[in-house]
């Protein structure tokens, strides 16, 4: 079994918190948003939530979903790829996509390096 991860940025502050996910209704029935670092659940704001996708990058920094990724051919035997985009969750598996295109985050003979 593999573990799930999430991040999130504080409500308060502009500071990531990791562990995993809750979503919870407040009194008025409001969505709110928690990353959940046993015993603590920490507010986050909704769009800077992502799951971890079990993939590192070339400098081996963990890539998250929201992230901007470049991706690039490593091996002249295959197409050669010099692709940039948002990850994404989607068909049930890991994509980096932009506008018009998309291409899988993970793939043997690509590197993937983070760019923000």
Known sequence: MRDIFFRGKGLETD???YGGFSKEYNKDGEDEFYIVDAPCL???????IGQ????????????????????????PEYEDIDFTGIVTFKEGSWWI????????????????????
């Open 42 to 48: 920490i507010p986050v704001k909704k769009e800077t």
């Open 15 to 17: 500071i990531w918190f």
């Open 52 to 75: 971890f996708t079990g993939i590192y990058d070339i400098d081996g920094e963990r890539i998250w979903e929201g992230m901007t990724v470049n991706q690039r051919s490593v091996s």
């Open 97 to 116: 996509e932009s506008l018009n295109d998309s291409v899988r985050l993970f793939s043997e003979d690509r590197e993937n390096r983070i760019i923000e």
